[in-house]
């Protein structure tokens, strides 16, 4: 059966709400969430309460694992001034949740992870860093998030080394289809903070039976996001950039 699949929400409790309506057209029967529940937008709670309704099995993100530690943390700025105001707000079962998380997903020939394959941190967004990830794992289907750009790497043996393909995902529907001997490394797009200028939310689809993926660009809310965002006093940066899918 098809799985869904979730990253980067961030907070956004808005676009998770359109990318789920949205998803109701699809018969899928378990979802898989990449992590970065949390970070940038006010409802990190609420989306965690989501996520935790539909049984999601998830990942460790930076922003999360970042929160779950925000007390000890040196870091300055924005980004780590809302993770502590969103700690405080966190109910115990979310957190509990939130800490439970673990860092790689593995079943029989697919790894979900935040980040990179050798290292959930580490951006994957060039043809170096995705050669470099088919070597850390063996699995043919790689989901991750982190770069908040949907796009998907495709991997096929050659001679010295993999041969390593990427094609960008903008549209309102977009067609994995992966050959019997490749491999891919998936991102499905950020759920609540795109940054490939394609101001809409990106989510997946993945069925292994037909070999494929598809990833789709949903519309939300953008004003709506804004005026919750300036209800809490939180940076206008924020908003503005996702009306540029920044």
């Known amino acids: 059966m098809p799985v869904l699949l979730l990253s980067d929400i961030h907070g956004n409790i808005t676009a998770l709400d359109a990318v789920l309506r949205h998803a109701q057209r699809h018969d899928y029967d378990r979802v898989v969430f990449l992590g970065d529940a949390v970070g940038y937008y006010p409802d990190g709670d609420a989306v965690i309460e989501r996520l935790r309704a539909l049984g999601a099995r998830g990942v460790m993100g930076n922003h999360d694992a970042w929160l779950l530690t925000v007390e000890v943390l040196e870091g300055q700025g924005y980004v780590f001034d809302i993770l502590r105001w969103q700690a405080e707000r966190l109910g115990e079962e979310n957190r509990a949740w939130l800490a439970a998380l673990p860092w790689t997903i593995e079943e029989e020939g697919m790894l979900a992870v935040h980040g990179s394959p050798c290292d959930p941190f580490v951006y994957v967004d060039d043809l170096d860093l995705a050669r470099e990830g088919f070597g850390c794992t063996e699995a043919r289907w790689v989901f991750h998030g982190h770069t ?99």
């Open 148 to 246: 908040h750009l949907a796009g998907a790497f495709t991997a096929l043996d050659g001679p010295s080394g993999p041969w390593v393909r990427y094609k960008p995902l903008p549209e309102p529907e977009n067609v994995v289809k992966v050959g019997p001997k490749a491999r891919a490394m998936i991102n499905p797009g950020s759920v609540g903070q795109p940054r490939d200028g394609v101001p809409q939310a990106g989510y997946g689809i993945w069925n292994e039976e037909a070999r494929e993926v598809r990833v789709y660009r949903v519309p939300f809310d953008l004003d709506a996001v804004a005026q919750r965002v300036r209800e809490v006093g939180f940076p206008p940066v924020l908003y503005q950039r996702l009306y540029k899918g920044r």
